[in-house]
Structures are given as C-alpha cells and as structure tokens.
C-alpha cells in the first residue's frame, strides 16, 4: 500500500466487504456458484446456437452475442471479487484497475447496442413479416453485430484515455469490488471537467439514445399487436419479443439505479447491491429468462441432452 506522503497513486486497495467479515464463507460460496451458473448458462446458449440449425436466425445471432457480453461482464468482474472477499481486501495496480474498467465499459456499452439491435429485429419481424427476411440477412446481421461491439469499444477507449490523462491521488483505498469510473474520478487531483464532459457525452448515445429507441420499437410493436384480430395470433406475436422485453427491464433498471441516480444520495451499501445486480444477477437471468420463455430454445437444448445422453 503506498504512503500518506507519496501523491501519484500506482495501485489501488479495492476493500470489498469490510463489514461481512463473519459471513465471508458463505457469500464467496454463493457468489461462486452464481458465477458457474452464469457461465454455464451462457456458454449453453452460444453452444446450442451455434450447433442447432433451428436457431441459426437473426434473433438467437445476437443472443449469443449477448451471451458473450455477458461472460466478459462477469469474468471481468466476478473471480477478482471472490479474491477479495476471502482476502479481506486486494491490491490492483492502476494498469488492472483501467483495464478492468475498460473491460466493464465495453461489456456494458455492446449490450445496450446488441439490445437495441435485438428490439430492431423484433419491430421488423413482427411490424413488417414480409419484408422481414428480405432486410435482415446475414450481412446486415453480421454488420449490426460488428457495429455493437465496435462502438462500444471505440466510445469506452476514449473514456479510458481520458482517465489516463489526469493525474490520480491519495488515499488509494476504494470501498468497492471493483473499479469503474465513479471510483477512479473520486481519487482525482486533477480538474475532471473535460473527463465529466466525455463520460456525459459518450454516455448519452450509448445508453441513452438505445433505451429511447427500444421504447419507440415497442411503442409500434404493441400497437401491431393490437391490431391483430385474432386472439392467438396476438399471443403468438408477444411471445416472440417477451424474453427480450423482460431482459431489457431488468437490464436497464438495475443499469439506471446504477448511473442515472446521484452517487451523493446513496450510501455505499446500496452502491455496492446495485452494482452486484447488473455485474452478477442480471447476467444470470439473461440465460434463465430466454430458457424458461423460449420454447425453440427448450427444443434445443432437450434435443442436445439426448444426443449427449447417447455418445
């Protein structure tokens, strides 16, 4: 740990849990077992996608991507926090702690792109069936997907370098698990006017500007589905963009309490139980939701359990 008299910070001690010091145990064995069912779950949905020619559409496509956004979200997030919770506490240079943000922002940031992406395709296949397949086809598919991940990567680099470019100061302790840009600004002794600015700006088309257009796609979507006269065919037609309408509530909601809501007025518990709902709850629920709610995705995994029950 460095110093009181020392003023550059080179690494930073992330305190975790101070206060479950009696319960250590048993929050690293439920945060583990979390953390293998998130990777079980997702990893199950990119293999059943990519081995399943029932799910080589557009829609299970982007799930899969955002099944690997959500296991670089919580492997980037998770095993270091089990580290902590036993140690008690873990140094991490400042290197690790951008890196670690820059990972976080990039997860975070091409899931708000591959929602928005997944809610076009809902609005095409259900507002436009015809003309469906002629606009989605593999290339825009591929380009939508590259696009996500891409803008994400370049909106959250500029983030990053705009961190990198002012000085941070002592102390060096975060009262967290992990380091995002609340914590870094915090230790700041430079002017963080320029490094506000871009996070505002960045910040809005990339979490902002997606959210309002899955507002408006749903807004149409909804108004289609009741104009359908039949009642099974309006059944049929909400059932296809349900689990996504489920994931993006949960998503964005816990997303929202997360950066939209004023740092000030929370105490850090609450901090720290919003920041574990989208680093660790909400990656869980993405695979349970399209699981339970999807019956394609049933279809392929009970048909990948007998074929696996048979070798």
Known sequence: MLRENQTTVTEFLLLGFPAIHNFKILLFLVFLLLYIFTLAGNVLIIVLVSTSHKLHTPMYFFLS??????ILLTTDIVPNMLYIIMAEGAIISLVGCIT????????????????????????????????????MDFKLCFQLVFGSWFLSFMATLNIVICVCSFQLCNPNDID????????????????????????????????????????LTYVCIFLTILRITSSTGRQKAFSTCSSHLAVVCSYY???????????????????????????????????????????????????????????
């Open 253 to 311: 909601g816990t997303l929202f309490a997360k950066y939209m809501v004023p740092s000030k007025g929370q105490s850090l518990t609450v901090m720290k139980i919003t920041s574990l709902l989208y680093t660790v709850i909400t990656p869980l629920f993405n695979p349970i939701i399209y699981t339970l709610r999807n019956k394609e995705i049933q279809a392929a995994l009970w048909k990948f359990i007998s074929i696996w029950l048979q070798t």
């Open 65 to 70: 991507h955002l099944s690997l956004s959500d």
């Open 100 to 135: 670690q943000y820059f990972l976080l922002a990039l997860s975070l940031g091409t899931e708000c792109f591959l929602l928005t992406v997944m809610s076009y395709d809902r609005y095409l296949a259900i507002c436009h069936p015809l003309r469906y397949s002629a606009i």
């Open 176 to 215: 967290h698990f992990f380091c995002d840009t609340t914590t870094l600004l915090e230790h700041s002794c430079s002017d963080r006017f320029i490094v506000d600015t871009v996070v505002f700006v960045l910040g809005v088309p990339v979490i902002v500007f997606p959210f309002v257009f899955i507002i």
